[in-house]
């Protein structure tokens, strides 16, 4: 039978998200893509250093514990614009680095985000911006992992993940209404439809999928006091009162759930970030993320309407 990927979280991660290939692709850019295969066979035996998206993937591929080893809760997909020979150099990274990926699509000078959909994929990273825009204009869940000097604690196993409200888990609706008008105008729009779920954003599908594995973390809770819970989910917001209510009500209307909230209101994001800590945080807006960067991996996620061409804000 074949090996069915619909009933688990699979993740897409490009080989420039994963592990760090700056030295590799300057040579690339500087030499051609002759030179970048040969130092890449050259290079074989000796393993990539992680890049900006590997503690996230490492602590979700770890949470497979979960589960059984031959029914794994979480599939991560490496898809590479990589040719199969220079590929190889990335698997064996992978194997050096002990990461549970066994899956991989290599097309060389071509990304193949288009085949997000038959693998059944919740999210794609990836640092090309150029792939992660033509996947997001086909409405797919693809995000750019911004550069970020902030390290990880190896020996710190929980996984902590934070996501923006708008544009990311719900639609850009009222992100467009309060960009057209005044904060109370925004704010008075948000209280008539307190009770009006907005349509979902490009990344809710992805956080049913992680509340699924949050389940059965508490399952196992239930059976073993001592356990410790592992996965942590936050949404960090510029909505604050009253235009909190729609957003903590769409959220369950769509069935899903976060751990935390932080409704700032105007505030900062990024001492917040610095605070939480989390390991991967998807934002819709740059001017965000370039600060938060600095204290977390960050992830931008090019959707709706401040993200179309020609607008500063994206």
């Keep these: 039978m074949p090996y069915e990927l619909g009933h ?12 760090d290939l700056r030295e590799s692709d300057a040579l690339f850019r500087s030499r051609g893509e002759a030179a970048y295969r040969e130092y890449q066979e050259q290079h074989l035996d000796d393993p990539l250093e992680p890049g900006v998206a590997f503690p996230f993937i490492r602590r ?34 992978v194997e050096h680095h002990e990461l ?21 994929m919740s999210l794609f990273l990836s640092s090309d911006r150029a792939s992660v825009l033509q996947a997001a204009a086909l409405g797919l869940p693809a995000g750019r992992v911004l550069d970020s000097t902030a390290a990880d ?89 009253p235009a909190h209510e729609r957003a903590i009500r769409s959220l369950k209307s769509w069935g899903v759930n976060v751990n935390d909230a932080f409704l700032l209101g105007g505030i900062a994001k990024a001492p917040i970030i610095e605070a939480l800590q ?10 965000h993320l370039e600060s938060t960067a600095e204290a977390a991996p960050s992830v931008h ?14």
């Design 153 to 241: 604690d190896m020996d710190d196993p929980d996984l902590r993940i934070a996501f923006d409200f708008d544009g990311v888990l719900g639609d850009d609706s009222s992100e467009q209404i309060f960009q057209s008008g005044d904060l109370k105008e925004f704010h008075a729009h948000e209280r008539e439809q307190a009770h009006v779920p907005q349509e979902p954003g490009p990344l809710k599908d992805f956080l049913a999928k992680i509340n699924v594995i949050q389940t059965k973390e508490e399952e196992r809770k239930l059976a073993d006091p001592d356990y410790r819970i592992r996965l942590h989910v936050s949404i960090v917001t510029a909505r604050n009162a």
């Design 100 to 120: 549970q990926i066994s899956r991989a699509v290599f097309m060389r000078g071509k990304s193949p985000y288009k085949f997000m959909p038959a693998l059944g």
């Design 8 to 19: 688990r979280l699979v993740v897409g991660v490009a080989s420039s998200a994963l592990f």
């Design 278 to 287: 989390p390991h991967i945080f998807f934002d819709d807006q740059l001017l």
């Design 301 to 314: 996620k090019p959707f709706g309407a401040l993200n179309q061409p020609g607008v500063a804000a994206g």
């Design 60 to 93: 979700l591929l770890s949470l497979n514990d979960l589960g059984e080893p031959a029914d794994p809760l979480v599939e991560v997909i490496v898809l590479s614009r990589n040719d199969p020979d220079t590929g190889l150099r990335v698997m064996r990274s």
